[in-house]
């Protein structure tokens, strides 16, 4: 039988344990599907509150340690309290990630990858490649390891000052353009990304983009130096979640073949939430981190000119208080067409992406994005703007007839969103090219299933690399 290739999955926060943003979601799910390709995966976080044990097992049979030190881990939020950075970060991030490496040796794990995520679990390659296989000290346990990274957001890239270099324990040396140095600061992704045997990113289009200078967030030129060892992999979905079949939080379970059902949900949203109660309006939703890098200054641009149109708006988010300001005073201004819930919602977001005809993401950029695969599913029509994860999920209907399952736009401006909520409006008094819209969106398949093998074929590919 052919041996099984074995994977120490490294992410600051996984599903179900701890979640802050789309990386949770990917370490929750992965690996589940990982394993049931045959591979022998292992996740590794830190100890945060709340997690009561050292160990615990998801899916079949998979081992998730839980990497303790009290003093950085036991303590309100992961990586800020209050939307103030920890001032111990690079600390705390640098002790898990050495941790994690002497770890699997005391318990005798040897993986023939390491895959680790974003900046927070960076250095694994950098102290795996610089401390642990040095050739002095000529260990066996960890030659033969070989480290893959996956990119989930290239802006943030654990940037630290210079003065902090000595607490990493790695020679001076590695502070140099061709390594950690970065504009005279230290830069945890820029070494993942100069050690690892492979580096992904969580769509293919991102994967071009952020080797330019308008995504590259000052790496571009050093992905471009890697680009042949740069790969992207749409992230999945998790459908066992995200199914409006099996969903017990919305008000009313539906499939494509029982769509009228859809409009119970939609016409329960618009009661929960104070908007004129009325199925044939079309329902815009929008969940979101409330951040520039969402679009919402193109959104905020036209808002006004938007709210002219017979539509309705549901807003779900917290982040950037000018963005908390304009939405609150659009709803003061039209209350029964505009509701927002600052905050964040689990159920709610739930509910939304059932009651919605339309989902924006008009993203400035974006890595991957869930929320549009997610309303694929839920059969809310995506409109969104071209770029990254975006252009690789979304089709335009009117590009593409046959094929479209929402609505796209390319320039990043707030007169291209406008003209492209126009359009979407005109389809939705078509039911017949409506229907079509979330029939294909409904039976598109983003669920691992595609994605997971892509990454097992990567392990592969990185399990036979010679060393350099
Ligand atoms: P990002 O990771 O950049 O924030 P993604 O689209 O990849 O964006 O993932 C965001 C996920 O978080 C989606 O599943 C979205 O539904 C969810 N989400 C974002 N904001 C909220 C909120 N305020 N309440 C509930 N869920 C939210």
């Known amino acids: 039988m052919k041996k099984s290739i074995k994977v120490l999955f490294c992410s600051s926060e996984a599903l179900p344990f701890v979640k802050t943003g789309g990386l949770a979601d990917v370490a929750g799910s992965l690996p589940l599907a990982l394993e049931k390709l045959g591979i022998e995966v292992r996740i590794a976080i830190p100890k945060y509150k709340g997690i009561d044990k050292t160990a615990a097992v998801v899916g079949k049979d998979i081992k998730v340690h839980f990497i303790e030190n009290d003093a950085y881990f036991l303590r309100d939020g992961l990586y800020n309290y209050k939307n103030v950075d920890f001032p111990d970060n690079l600390d705390r991030f640098s002790y898990f990630s050495k941790r994690v490496l002497e770890f699997i040796k005391e318990i005798n794990f040897k993986p023939d990858i390491i895959h680790s995520n974003d900046w927070q679990t960076a250095l694994i390659p950098v ?29 943030y890239q654990g940037i630290f000052s210079k003065t902090e270099f000595p607490k990493l324990g790695l020679d001076w040396e590695l502070f140099n353009i061709n390594a950690l140095e970065y504009y005279d600061k230290i830069n945890l992704m820029k070494g993942a990304i100069v050690f690892s045997d492979i580096v992904t990113t969580v769509s293919p289009t991102y994967a071009k983009e952020i080797q330019t200078q308008e995504y590259g967030c000052g790496l571009q030129g050093l992905l471009r130096a890697r680009s042949n060892s740069l790969i992207g992999v749409l992230n999945g979905l998790d459908y066992d979640q995200w199914n409006p079949m099996k969903d017990k939080l919305i008000p009313k379970r539906y499939s494509f073949l029982t769509l009228q059902d859809k409009y119970i949900n939609k016409t329960a949203l ?34 006004d000119e938007m709210l002219k149109r017979p539509l309705q708006l549901i807003v779900l988010g917290t982040g950037e208080q000018k963005y908390h300001q304009i939405f609150g005073d659009a709803e003061k201004i039209y209350p029964k067409k505009v509701n927002v819930t600052l905050g964040y919602d689990a159920v709610l977001a739930q509910k939304i992406y059932a009651g919605s005809d339309i989902f924006l993401m008009p993203s400035k950029y974006e890595p991957c994005g869930l929320g549009q695969i997610i309303s694929l599913k839920y059969g809310t029509v995506p409109l969104v703007r071209k770029t990254g994860g975006l252009a690789d999920t979304v089709i335009d209907l009117t590009e593409n007839p046959d094929m479209g ?15 492209t909520i126009d359009r979407a409006l005109s389809f939705y008094n078509n039911k017949t090219y409506w229907k ?33």
Not at 127 to 152: A, G, M, P, Q, R
Not at 405 to 419: D, I, R, W
């Open 270 to 303: 618009q009661k929960e939430s104070g908007l004129e109660v009325n199925d044939k309006i079309p329902l815009i939703g929008l969940i979101s981190r409330l951040a520039d890098q969402k679009g919402l200054d193109i959104l905020a641009g036209c808002l």
């Open 405 to 419: 399952n929402g609505l796209v736009f390319e320039e990043y401006s707030s007169a291209e969103l406008l003209k």
């Open 127 to 155: 102290y795996l490649k610089n401390l642990f296989i040095k050739d002095e000290i000529k260990d066996e346990f960890y030659k033969d390891i070989k480290t893959v990274f996956s990119i989930h957001n290239l802006a």
């Open 436 to 468: 079509s819209l979330i029939h294909r969106g409904m039976n598109a398949d983003f669920s691992w299933k595609t994605s997971a093998k892509e990454y097992a074929q990567l392990y592969t590919l990185a399990a036979s690399k010679v060393p350099s």
